[in-house]
């Protein structure tokens, strides 16, 4: 089932009862069908996102090098956004530089109806 993370601003950080959830995220990501970071800047200032988005990247990256076999297909993981200047594409992409290339793909027109069929992986 997808995970939606809210923005750090519906979160305060240390004190927050939503942090062991966060937390509960990481463990066996690897697991994961896949990950999806729809209109997230993935901000310097946002320590939780930025942790949780890396650590299940990076394991998520390496059980598709690895070949893992699972009962649930494994697709690319996407980033979304609408980014149309080339400066912005190549900040968007250096700031999810954790993200392996040969995995990921970055689709930068926006979010709407036609990006679900591009995200979600088909059922069977």
Same mark, same amino acid.
């Given at each position: !089932? ?10 305060? @950080?240390?004190?927050?009862? @939503? ?15 896949? /990950? ?5 800047? @993935?901000?310097? &200032? ?6 949780? !988005? ?6 998520? &990256?390496?059980?598709? +090098?690895? &070949?893992?076999? /699972?009962?649930?297909? $494994? ?18 992409? +250096? ?9 990921? +793909?970055?689709?930068? +027109? &926006? /979010? ?5 069929? $591009? ?6």
């Amino acid at each position: !089932a997808p995970i939606l993370m809210a923005p750090s601003t519906a979160k305060p @950080l240390a004190r927050s009862a @939503l942090v062991p959830l966060w937390e509960g995220i990481m463990p066996m990501s690897y697991m994961r069908g896949s /990950f999806a970071v729809i209109g997230c800047s @993935l901000p310097t &200032g946002d320590p939780y996102v930025r942790r949780v !988005a890396h650590h299940i990247a990076t394991e998520i &990256g390496a059980s598709l +090098d690895r &070949g893992y076999e /699972f009962p649930w297909p $494994q697709t690319r993981m996407k980033v979304v956004d609408m980014r149309t200047s080339r400066v912005a594409i190549y900040e968007l992409r +250096d700031r999810y530089r954790f993200m392996p290339s040969t995995h990921t +793909d970055f689709i930068l +027109d &926006g /979010f709407g109806m036609d990006t679900l069929d $591009q995200i979600l992986p088909r059922r069977p």
